[in-house]
Nanobody, 115 residues
C-alpha cells in the first residue's frame, strides 16, 4: 500500500522560507519520479516541481529560482525548499507519485504566506 505523508507547512511572512518533506512508503522509492503540487483556495491543483529517479528536476515558471526539489533515497523522502515566499504561494501542498497501479497523493500540508 502506497502512502505519502507531507509535513513542514506553516505560516510565514513574505520573503520567508519553509522546507516541506514527503515521506513515502509502499514503493521502491528510488525508482520513481516524485512531484509536488499545490492547490490554492478556489483554484485547481497545479503542478509545482518534479524530480526524476536520476535527479533531473523541473519547475513551474512561477517558482523557478525560489524553490528547490530534492530527494533522499535512503530516507524515502522528497523535499521542497521554498525561499522568498510570496503571498501567491499560499496553498495546500501535495506530494505525488505515479506508481505501477495508479497515481498516489498525500494528505497535503498547508502553507500560508501572510504579513
Amino acid at each position: 500500500q502506497v502512502q505519502l505523508v507531507e509535513s513542514g507547512g506553516g505560516l510565514v511572512q513574505p520573503g520567508g522560507s519553509l522546507r516541506l518533506s514527503c515521506a513515502a512508503s509502499g514503493i521502491v522509492f528510488s525508482m520513481y519520479t516524485m512531484g509536488w503540487y499545490r492547490q490554492a483556495p478556489g483554484k485547481q491543483r497545479e503542478w509545482v516541481a518534479t524530480i526524476t529517479n536520476t535527479d533531473s528536476t523541473n519547475y513551474v515558471d512561477s517558482v523557478k529560482g525560489r524553490f528547490t526539489i530534492s530527494r533522499e533515497n535512503a530516507k524515502n523522502t522528497v523535499y521542497l525548499q521554498m525561499n522568498d515566499l510570496k503571498l501567491e504561494d499560499t496553498a495546500v501542498y501535495y506530494c505525488n507519485v505515479v506508481g505501477s497501479s495508479g497515481s498516489y497523493w498525500g494528505q497535503g500540508t498547508q502553507v500560508t504566506v501572510s504579513s
